[in-house]
Structures are given as C-alpha cells and as structure tokens.
C-alpha cells in the first residue's frame, strides 16, 4: 500500500454568467481590454472578489450579483467576460 493521496487537478475557471443560484464565487480575471471589461473592473471585479448570487431575471435577462457591499445588475453580456472560481473549484 503506497498511502499515495488523490489529487484532483485544479478546474478551469466558470463565467460568471454560470453562477449556480445559490452560490458564492471568487473572481479570477475579466476577459479582454476593450472599455466594457475596464469599467467590469472599476465596478470591483478585480481578481480575489466574492461575489455572491441574488437574483436572475427570467428569459435570459440580467444578473444580480453582490460583491463589495453593493448589488449589480449585469447583462449575461458582460457577465460572460468576468471568470470565476467556486469553492468547489470551478464547475457549478
């Protein structure tokens, strides 16, 4: 018997856009350069944020995510640009 652990390697980071409904979440990066992902990180999505789900409205409508003490509204979008990680490590 080796005693050899299990390791489980590491997952790719989930778009925001995939946050399950009840869930907290981790910011990783926010993809590209263009003025929308800059104004994603002036909101507060830097890399180490959590961010924790409230509400998504029906028929593909926005986000609600709370992060830093205040809630947002994001199209799914914008959502999609911003990378996160889950305590489970990745996938929902």
Do not use: N
């Not at 009840?22 to 590209?32: E, T, Y």
């Not at 959590?50 to 992060?67: H, K, W």
Request: with cysteine; proline share 11%.
């Amino acid at each position: 018997m080796s005693g050899a652990l299990s390791v489980t390697p590491p997952r790719e980071p989930i778009s925001l856009a995939d946050l399950p409904r009840v869930g907290l979440a981790r910011v990783v990066s926010v993809k590209g350069g263009d003025a929308t992902s800059q104004r994603l990180r002036e909101l507060g999505f830097t890399p180490g944020t959590e961010v924790d789900f409230v509400r998504r409205a029906p028929l593909a409508g926005p986000l609600v995510v709370q992060l830093r003490g205040y809630q947002l509204a994001l199209r799914p979008a914008e959502a999609c640009r911003v990378l996160i990680e889950t305590p489970t490590g990745g996938q929902p």
